[in-house]
């Protein structure tokens, strides 16, 4: 067939709706996709298209591109990155739900960032704890970023970190996560509404759209994870091998748990204040563990 495809992507799904956008018009067409197409692929968010224009308001759809992964929650197909949005003051930083929403993405393959939201509102002690947070994460190998989605301080920095990627919010209630979408896009969302419930597990079938913003890039307007235990997910044995940090050390044994094993690397790396106590206790927590020497080792 001689003719010129042309690339889109899908933004918008919801119902039998198929929003298509096409980056060199920025305009978003009405998909159709045609009958192999439909034979073959279910249509989500995320994937990349390719057709012809049909008229100014429909786009034809030859070709679904393989994905390189899809989401399940929200459904989302070629998830680059999950931003997971914490605050440390308003409300209260939880590491240890920080730590099974890292856990549970890198199990499922998805790169990650972490973004503090609301630095505005720090106090001195909420400053110093940012400090100390930021240290530990990103000692232990992850990408943190600081921002105010009311002030906009850090908001051309995240922008320009995510450019060219399609994006997921994560993280809990509170923290500012639809503000940063509307800081980000500079839309101003109904949205905000339909996540809340989408959260609560109603609206199960409410569609989600990916809004563009900066240079090919794009962002869910439906969060990932509030919260999550990892053991929902991950092997008790497994969960070790979400600890970037963790991986770094060889111990004796390959399969050493970094308990009470002999030759545990770990456990050394700890003393020596490499990893961080609570990392390691987050670590404990979540496969439902404890040892005796913790107290000696992390006071
Ligand atoms: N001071 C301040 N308040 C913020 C910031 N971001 C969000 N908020 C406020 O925090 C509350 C929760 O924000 P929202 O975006 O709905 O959080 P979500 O539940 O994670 O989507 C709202 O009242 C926002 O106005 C910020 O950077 N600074
Ligand atoms: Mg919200
Ligand atoms: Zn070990």
Redesign the pocket.
């Known amino acids: 067939m001689a003719r010129n495809l042309i690339e889109g992507i899908v933004i918008e799904r919801s119902g039998q709706k198929i929003g298509v956008y096409i980056p060199q018009e920025g305009k978003t067409y009405r998909g159709i996709p045609l009958g192999k197409v439909r034979k073959k692929n279910k249509i989500y968010a995320g994937d990349y298209v390719k057709g012809r224009i049909v008229d100014a308001n429909t786009f034809a759809i030859e070709e679904v591109k393989e994905r390189k992964n899809l989401l399940v929650r929200p459904p989302v197909a070629n998830v680059d990155r999950v931003v997971i ?1 914490q605050t440390i003051q308003h409300p209260p930083f939880q590491n240890f739900l920080l730590d099974n929403l890292l856990v549970v993405y890198d199990y499922l393959g998805l790169d990650t960032v972490i973004v503090f ?2 630095i ?2 720090l106090d001195e002690e909420g400053k110093k704890e940012l400090q100390y947070w930021e240290k530990v994460y990103k000692d232990a190998g992850y990408d943190v970023l600081k921002v ?3 002030t906009g301080e850090g908001i051309e920095a995240l922008k320009d970190y995510l450019k060219g990627q399609i994006c997921i919010l994560a ?1 809990p ?7 940063i979408l509307s800081a980000l896009t500079g839309l101003q969302l109904r949205t ?1 509404e339909v ?2 419930k989408t959260e609560r597990g109603r609206h199960t079938t409410t569609g989600v759209q990916l809004i563009p913003f900066g240079e090919g890039s794009f962002i869910g307007d439906t969060p990932g994870f509030s919260k999550v235990e990892a053991l929902q997910f991950i092997p008790k044995e497994e969960v070790r091998l979400h600890f970037p940090e963790f991986l770094r050390y060889k111990c004796k044994f390959s399969n050493c748990m970094h308990l009470n094993e002999e030759g545990c690397e770990v456990k050394e790396a700890l003393k020596r204040g490499e990893i961080s106590c609570d990392r390691y206790k987050s670590y404990l927590k979540m496969i439902k563990e404890y040892v005796e020497w913790l107290k000696e080792v992390c006071n």
């Open positions: 949005v939201n609301k505005d509102l105010s989605a009311h993280g209630s509170g923290v500012g996560k639809s503000s905000g996540s809340e």
